[in-house]
């Protein structure tokens, strides 16, 4: 597996370059939740319904979270933009030995609390209509191999357009601490009442 790096450099740019690239593409954004605990690591759990998507989760890190930002991206995705590897992106790859590697590795981030990752449990773009969602086992594993608490952080990224060419971004996240080692479906229907939550918010906007 090819594991994460943080280059300064590069996290600078990023930084700088998704910030800018997402206040000229989109009207307005707007944050929504609450941080309770922000002195441990997180696991971050979002929907994955656009290219933009890493690019948002990164912008509320900039914004809220403010840790070092790490992700987990397809072997083959990433070996197409190594440059991500040097941002933090650190792959994963549908053979059984490789997979329990990055859950390994991942498992091993989390236990610095001054470390996110961030993961797409539907594991490719899918659309926006998507839902409920169904998440693999691999989040319930690497919270089983992480030795420290960790705080699990939903996102949902969500778009409108209303009467205006350029879209507003809602991003709706929450902080969660569901105990020790909780399972692939407490994690997953706790995603999906989060995210049904953040739908009926977003018809009232």
């Not at 659309?127 to 960790?150: D, M, N």
């Not at 929450?174 to 407490?186: A, E, H, I, S, W």
Request: net charge positive; charged share 25%; proline share 3%.
């Amino acid at each position: 597996m090819i594991e994460g790096k943080q280059n300064k450099f590069f996290l600078s740019f990023i930084s700088w370059y998704s910030r800018k690239l997402m206040q000229w593409h989109f009207k307005s954004i707007r944050i929504e939740g609450e941080l309770k605990v922000p002195d441990s690591a997180f696991l971050v759990i979002s929907n994955h319904f656009s290219w933009w998507d890493g690019f948002i989760v990164q912008y509320l890190n900039q914004k809220i979270l403010r840790k070092n930002f790490y992700f987990m991206m397809l072997e083959e995705q990433l070996k197409k933009r190594m440059f991500l590897n040097k941002c933090g992106g650190f792959s994963v790859s549908k053979n059984p030995g490789d997979l329990l590697k990055s859950v390994n590795y991942a498992a091993s981030l989390l236990e610095d609390k001054n470390n996110m990752v961030l993961i797409f449990p539907q594991g490719k773009i899918e659309t926006k209509y998507r839902y409920p969602f169904e998440f693999s086992r691999g989040i319930e594993e690497i919270l089983k191999r992480t030795r420290t608490r960790v705080h699990i952080i939903f996102v949902a990224n969500m778009i409108d357009y209303f009467s205006n060419p350029r879209p507003s971004l809602y991003i709706y996240y929450q902080q969660n601490d569901l105990g020790n080692n909780p399972v692939r479906k407490t994690i997953q229907n706790a995603y999906n009442k989060f995210f049904s939550d953040c739908m009926a918010n977003q018809k009232e906007t």
